[in-house]
C-alpha cells in the first residue's frame, strides 16, 4: 500500500487565488513528520513546511499552510495569494519513527502546479 | 552556508557500462542521503549514511549500486553496470542543521542520468 498518496497529477490556478494540494498518508507509527516540497523546473527540491505528529497545531511558513487532521490522515499543503513563480511540482513526504533518529523520506507521486495569469 | 553539492550535473552513458556520481553535504551535516527520481514520479530513497556508516540500504539494488561514505564527509554513488531503467536523477540530500531547520533535509541540484 502507499504510504503517501496525492490524488491531483495536475492543477491550474487563477494568479492570486488560494491553492489546496491534497496529500494523504498511511503509517501505524504513532511519531511521524510530514513534509512539503517544491521542485521547480530547474530540479532543486525545496522544503517548504513541516508538521510532527504531535504538534498541536497547524505548521504555517509565511504563504504555505499546512491543514493536518490527523484522523483522516491528511496533511494537505494551502498556498494563500498564489503567485506564478508558483508554477512547479509539489511532493507531499513522511518520515516515520522518533525524531531522535534522522531517516529517509517516503515521497508521493507529485502534484503538478501551474498558475495561470 | 553552502548547499549540497554534486557532480557531474549531467551524463550520458550506454548500457552495461560504470557511472559514479559525487556528493559533497553541508558542513557539519551527519546524515547524508541518496534518493533516485525517475521521470514523473516522487524520488525513492536507494540509502542512508550516518557519519560513514549506513543506517539503511534496504531499496539499494545491491547487485548493481554501491555506496561509500568512507570519511564521514563527502559520498560517492556507483552502478555498474547500469540498466536503461537506471536513467533518473539522482539527489543526494543531507540533514543535521540546528533551530527551526532541526527537520529538514537540505538537496543538491541532482545528477541526471540518461543510460542509452
Known amino acids: 500500500a502507499q504510504k503517501i498518496t496525492q490524488t491531483q497529477p495536475g492543477m491550474f490556478v487563477q494568479e492570486k487565488e488560494a491553492v489546496t494540494l491534497d496529500c494523504t498518508y498511511d503509517t501505524s507509527d504513532p511519531s511521524y513528520g510530514l513534509f512539503w516540497y517544491k521542485q521547480p523546473s530547474s530540479g532543486e527540491m525545496i522544503f517548504l513546511i513541516y508538521q510532527g505528529s504531535y504538534d498541536q497545531q497547524n505548521a504555517t511558513e509565511g504563504r504555505y499552510s499546512l491543514n493536518f487532521q490527523k484522523a483522516r490522515k491528511s496533511a494537505n499543503l494551502v498556498i494563500s495569494a498564489s503567485q506564478l513563480g508558483d508554477s512547479a511540482m509539489y511532493f507531499c513526504?513522511?518520515?516515520?519513527?522518533?525524531?531522535?533518529?534522522?531517516?529517509?523520506?517516503?515521497f508521493g507521486k507529485g502534484t503538478h502546479l501551474i498558475i495561470q495569469p | 552556508e553552502a548547499g549540497v553539492a554534486q557532480s557531474p550535473r549531467y551524463k550520458i552513458i550506454e548500457k552495461r557500462q560504470s557511472v559514479a556520481f559525487w556528493c559533497n553535504p553541508i558542513?557539519?551535516?551527519?546524515?547524508l542521503y541518496w534518493y533516485q527520481q525517475i521521470l514523473g514520479q516522487g524520488p525513492k530513497l536507494l540509502i542512508q549514511f550516518q557519519n560513514n556508516g549506513v543506517v539503511d540500504d534496504s531499496q539499494l539494488p545491491k547487485d548493481r549500486f554501491s555506496a561509500e561514505r568512507l570519511k564521514g564527509v563527502d559520498s560517492t554513488l556507483k552502478i555498474q553496470p547500469a540498466k536503461l531503467e537506471d536513467s533518473a536523477v539522482y539527489l543526494c540530500a543531507s540533514e543535521g542543521g540546528q533551530g527551526p531547520n532541526l527537520y529538514e533535509q537540505y538537496f543538491g541540484p541532482g545528477t541526471r542520468l540518461t543510460v542509452t
Open positions: 513526504a513522511m518520515r516515520e519513527g522518533h525524531r531522535g533518529g534522522a531517516d529517509g523520506l517516503t
Open positions: 558542513s557539519g551535516h551527519a546524515t
